[in-house]
């Protein structure tokens, strides 16, 4: 190593206990840091090489609030809220894992685990802000004034693209959010979001009074507005991501996106296996899959069945098992649709929360928030699936073996999709590491 890097190195360490970094360098002490970790990794041992998946889409299923893992995929000892007794709040039940248990509302996923995969030991450090532990799951980047990083949809919006000339990349099954968009990745790497399964995104469906000859008029006249002002005006990056906003919205407004959101012309019995309004999201998901969208996250906060969805709290425990079941229909539902249309190999499946809860109940009767030893479930994606990963310890508040960080999460995501974590993007002029050093987990890869 040369003297010229073993200085800089050092510089960077003690700037950062000075809290000089970011001053003298104009950039977050932590991202210098990290820069030099990675150089460091390039100049050191040798570097294995990225596993390529082949997944062609993703489905993100957000548990969002902070799910209880010791009260689904990683059961233990039984407790108890009323002697404050700590412990998980359900008996657990075999799947089809050897040795691997989950709670025993999770009956309809247990005896197809062997289609999933458990990564038990995922961990970060925000555990007080819901806000900023989502940012950093979706993002896999803390929160920073001088950057806004993209999220794990985003970049899979703009490495990727959609499967089909007719469907957005990505699309958002819930409420839009910062921590979902696409930061320097500009408005082409964004989503498209809808709340409402049956109509289908706002403001794309024409009104009945709008024929197709009176449409054509209409966007000839705007792109002749748009053209115009153009030349009048420099509106930079405002104007440009307005532009590709419209055109987009016009490109998925014809009858070949929207017919997607036509559920009735899906079999009764399919939609009732898939269960409730959440279940019919996740059928839409298959929907949007085969309609050609690559990444889709779908949330399952939107009608808080317990009274507080995953934010469980104080009385929030006590009907914390509707929420299970509602989300083990659906799950199981999706994965056997994928599988019987062949298409579970090519989709990666992804439920994640923004962290998990310890052992101990509150005041209350239910719990606080726990992010350094939580679970995040894999299915299908043409991994190596039928796997636990990780192990956490009698209580599951402490990571025992296997620790996964969330950018070895998301490089585990990229890879599947064959999307090199260790590529850099761009912000602006300054060079960006799709992951923040992020590790895939090589044992389900073949």
């Given at each position: 190593m040369n003297t010229f890097d073993s200085t800089r190195r050092d510089f960077l360490r003690q700037a950062s206990l000075t809290g000089l970094a970011a001053s003298a360098m104009g950039t977050p002490w932590q991202q210098l840091l990290a820069s030099e970790k990675?150089?460091?990794?390039?100049?050191?041992?040798?570097?294995?090489?990225?596993?390529?998946?082949?997944?062609?889409h993703c489905i993100m299923i957000w548990l969002g609030g902070g799910s209880c893992h010791i009260d689904t995929w990683d059961p233990k000892r039984k407790g108890d809220p009323?002697?404050?007794k700590a412990g998980s709040y359900y008996d657990p039940i075999p799947t089809a894992i050897k040795g691997t248990e989950v709670c025993e509302h999770l009956a309809k996923c247990a005896p197809i685990l062997d289609r999933f995969n458990i990564v038990r030991s995922v961990h970060h450090e925000v555990i007080d802000e819901?806000?900023?532990?989502?940012?950093?799951?979706?993002?896999?980047?803390?929160?920073?004034g001088t950057i806004t990083y993209p999220s794990v949809g985003s970049v899979v919006a703009h490495k990727r693209g959609s499967a089909s000339d007719h469907a957005p990349a990505y699309v958002l099954i819930g409420y839009p959010n910062v921590t979902r968009g696409p930061g320097f990745l500009g408005s082409q790497a964004g989503y498209i979001y809808l709340t409402d399964t049956s109509a289908g995104p706002s403001g794309f469906t024409r009104s009945s009074r709008v024929n197709q000859s009176r449409q054509d008029r209409r966007e000839r006249l705007?792109?002749?507005?748009?053209?115009?002002?153009?030349?009048?005006?420099?509106g930079g990056q405002t104007i440009q991501d307005y532009d590709q906003s419209?055109?987009?919205?016009?490109?998925?407004?014809?009858?070949?996106?929207m017919k997607v959101f036509q559920l009735d012309n899906e079999k009764s019995d399919l939609r009732n296996m898939y269960g409730g309004e959440f279940g019919q999201r996740c059928l839409l998901s298959r929907r949007l899959i085969q309609s050609g969208v690559r990444f889709i996250e779908v949330s399952?906060?939107?009608?808080?069945?317990?009274?507080?969805?995953?934010?469980?709290?104080?009385?929030?425990q006590l009907n914390q098992h509707l929420l299970i079941k509602e989300l083990d229909s659906a799950l199981s539902a999706l994965v056997l649709d994928l599988e019987q249309n062949k298409l579970l190999d090519k989709t990666l499946i992804v439920v994640a929360s923004e962290f998990g809860r310890p052992a101990g109940f509150d005041g209350?009767?239910?719990r606080g928030h726990q992010s350094k030893a939580f679970s995040v479930v894999l299915a299908g994606g043409g991994l190596q699936n039928g796997k636990t990963i990780g192990e956490t310890n009698e209580l599951g508040e402490e990571?025992?073996?296997?620790?996964?960080?969330?950018?070895?999460l998301h490089a585990t995501i990229y890879a599947s999709l064959g999307i090199d974590p260790s590529e850099e993007l761009f912000a602006g002029d300054r060079p960006v590491p799709i992951t923040d050093l992020g590790d895939p987990v090589r044992e389900l890869f073949s």
């Amino acid at each position: 190593m040369n003297t010229f890097d073993s200085t800089r190195r050092d510089f960077l360490r003690q700037a950062s206990l000075t809290g000089l970094a970011a001053s003298a360098m104009g950039t977050p002490w932590q991202q210098l840091l990290a820069s030099e970790k990675h150089a460091e990794k390039k100049h050191g041992a040798k570097k294995l090489p990225m596993p390529v998946g082949k997944a062609e889409h993703c489905i993100m299923i957000w548990l969002g609030g902070g799910s209880c893992h010791i009260d689904t995929w990683d059961p233990k000892r039984k407790g108890d809220p009323k002697t404050k007794k700590a412990g998980s709040y359900y008996d657990p039940i075999p799947t089809a894992i050897k040795g691997t248990e989950v709670c025993e509302h999770l009956a309809k996923c247990a005896p197809i685990l062997d289609r999933f995969n458990i990564v038990r030991s995922v961990h970060h450090e925000v555990i007080d802000e819901h806000a900023a532990a989502t940012n950093r799951m979706h993002t896999g980047r803390p929160t920073t004034g001088t950057i806004t990083y993209p999220s794990v949809g985003s970049v899979v919006a703009h490495k990727r693209g959609s499967a089909s000339d007719h469907a957005p990349a990505y699309v958002l099954i819930g409420y839009p959010n910062v921590t979902r968009g696409p930061g320097f990745l500009g408005s082409q790497a964004g989503y498209i979001y809808l709340t409402d399964t049956s109509a289908g995104p706002s403001g794309f469906t024409r009104s009945s009074r709008v024929n197709q000859s009176r449409q054509d008029r209409r966007e000839r006249l705007l792109t002749k507005m748009r053209a115009e002002f153009r030349q009048k005006s420099v509106g930079g990056q405002t104007i440009q991501d307005y532009d590709q906003s419209v055109a987009e919205a016009l490109r998925l407004s014809g009858p070949e996106f929207m017919k997607v959101f036509q559920l009735d012309n899906e079999k009764s019995d399919l939609r009732n296996m898939y269960g409730g309004e959440f279940g019919q999201r996740c059928l839409l998901s298959r929907r949007l899959i085969q309609s050609g969208v690559r990444f889709i996250e779908v949330s399952h906060n939107l009608n808080f069945v317990n009274g507080t969805g995953w934010d469980t709290h104080n009385d929030g425990q006590l009907n914390q098992h509707l929420l299970i079941k509602e989300l083990d229909s659906a799950l199981s539902a999706l994965v056997l649709d994928l599988e019987q249309n062949k298409l579970l190999d090519k989709t990666l499946i992804v439920v994640a929360s923004e962290f998990g809860r310890p052992a101990g109940f509150d005041g209350g009767g239910g719990r606080g928030h726990q992010s350094k030893a939580f679970s995040v479930v894999l299915a299908g994606g043409g991994l190596q699936n039928g796997k636990t990963i990780g192990e956490t310890n009698e209580l599951g508040e402490e990571i025992v073996s296997r620790p996964v960080s969330v950018p070895d999460l998301h490089a585990t995501i990229y890879a599947s999709l064959g999307i090199d974590p260790s590529e850099e993007l761009f912000a602006g002029d300054r060079p960006v590491p799709i992951t923040d050093l992020g590790d895939p987990v090589r044992e389900l890869f073949s």
